[in-house]
């Protein structure tokens, strides 16, 4: 995900600057160069090696260092850098910054880049709160800096509130920063995971969708700049930052949430699983065992994507196609019978596509007759081939037919 990309990372004197271990395994483990600076307080905290060893780089601790320089190191590191980031971030150097002081390493680099800056902080809830502190974090928003707000929690000095530093969110709020917003001012609704229909207040009819897939073009689509309302059935799965998250149970919910919602959405991708079929009707006690087979009338489930098909003014339609065979033949079949733009079809009798795995193998459909297959992809990889292909058709406009 970080192939390519250079980070500085520049941590500062609190107890939470351990936090910062994990951070770098997580940069370097997606693939990004990742150059640490600490001050002379974090490095109270936690040894230089340790970051020098994750990173693979040496640790920068002195502005005034001959260690390897032909270049400027200060300079040459702001230069190179993609994205910024100072996790933890305290009060001081936040302070620091806002007022334009820079006599260390690391305000000094900040000083100096052009890259985006992330700052986490991590302080004394009353320090958080603190005007002075306030007034310093606003002033650094209105010059562009971004900042991953602290969670609240007990603090390492015994205080309750907010101050604990986000780790688990750092990660995601760097991906966002590096990824290009071309899907800003856009509003994406994507549905997932299954629905479930009733039988009777214990039992239902349902699938094996997961909502990986579905869940995994909301993180995407919100990373590119997208306001996103995902609707998603029963899932185990946590939902992306940044998403509006609407649950729903059965299909009919998924319909009325789905209409409810429909007119604010340029865009609109159909990964759940939605059941054809729902029980004729919902018992609305236990049904009792018995030595007889039981038969279960069922009444069909109205098509949701057929119904936004046929609107007259209706967004970007994208639907998926669940197949075991004639993968290709019937997701065409169900792209012109549902008057879509793309169908992406996955071959569901695969073990590693379609429901409930990380993986998918995909062939991507338009209505021109274009085809991309996309291989054997992670979900996240897949939802990056479809939202490419959805940023160039909204690039492109309306077409005329
Ligand atoms: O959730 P995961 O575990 O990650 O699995 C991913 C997935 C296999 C569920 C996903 O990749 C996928 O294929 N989703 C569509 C599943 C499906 O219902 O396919 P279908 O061929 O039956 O339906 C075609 C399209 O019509 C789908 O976009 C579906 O959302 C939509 N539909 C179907 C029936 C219905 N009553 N209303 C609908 O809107």
């Known amino acids: 995900m970080l192939t390519g990309k250079q980070i500085v990372l520049g941590v500062s004197g609190g107890i939470a600057a351990y936090k910062a271990i994990e951070l770098l395994r997580l940069l370097t483990k997606a693939g990004a160069d990742v150059h640490v600076i600490m001050t002379r307080s974090a490095q109270e905290f936690v040894a230089p090696l340790t970051f020098q060893t994750l990173s693979a780089h040496p640790v920068h601790t002195e502005l005034f260092s001959l260690i390897a320089e032909r270049e400027i190191g200060h300079i040459s590191l702001a230069d190179r850098a993609d994205l910024f980031i100072i996790a933890p971030a305290t009060a001081n150097i936040i302070g620091k910054i806002a007022v334009g002081i820079a006599d260390d390493m690391l305000t000094t680099t900040v000083m100096a880049t052009k890259a985006p800056v992330l700052i986490a902080p991590a302080m004394n809830v009353n320090m ?24 609240c929690g007990t603090l390492a000095c015994g205080w309750e509130g907010q101050g604990k530093l986000a780790d688990p969110a750092i990660f995601e709020a760097a991906l966002s920063a590096l990824t290009p917003k071309d899907l800003a001012g856009k509003k994406v609704m994507v549905t997932a995971g299954p629905t479930r229909e009733e039988l009777d207040p214990v039992r239902y009819i349902s699938n094996h969708s997961s909502g990986k897939m579905g869940y995994a073009l909301a993180l995407a689509a919100a990373r590119r700049g ?92 994208i639907g998926f196609a669940a197949e075991t065979n004639n993968v290709a033949e019937y997701a065409t079949r169900k792209l012109k019978e549902k008057n879509l733009d793309m169908i992406v079809a996955n071959d569901v009798s695969q073990s590693d596509a379609g429901f409930n795995v990380d993986t998918n193998r995909a062939l991507l459909i338009f209505r021109d007759g274009r085809r991309i297959e996309s291989g054997l992809v992670t979900k996240m990889q897949l939802a990056g081939v479809i939202l490419d292909q959805i940023a160039g058709e909204l690039a492109a406009g309306p077409q005329v037919e």
Request: aromatic share 6%; glycine share 6%; hydrophobic share 45%.
């Open 128 to 151: 958080y709160t603190n005007p002075i502190y306030q007034e310093n974090e606003q002033r650094l928003r209105r010059f562009g800096y971004q900042f991953v707000a602290p969670v």
């Open 226 to 317: 997208a306001q996103v309302l995902l609707i998603s059935g029963p899932t185990a799965l946590t939902v992306p930052a940044g998403v509006e998250y609407l649950p729903v149970e059965s299909a009919l919910h998924m319909q009325a949430a789905v209409m409810a919602r429909i007119g604010e959405c340029q865009v609109v991708i159909k990964a759940a699983a939605v059941a054809d079929y729902r029980p004729c009707e919902r018992i609305a006690t236990k049904i009792k065992k018995g030595s007889q087979p039981v038969t279960i009338e069922l009444v069909k489930n109205p098509d949701i994507l057929a119904v936004l098909g046929a609107l007259q003014d209706r967004p970007l339609l």
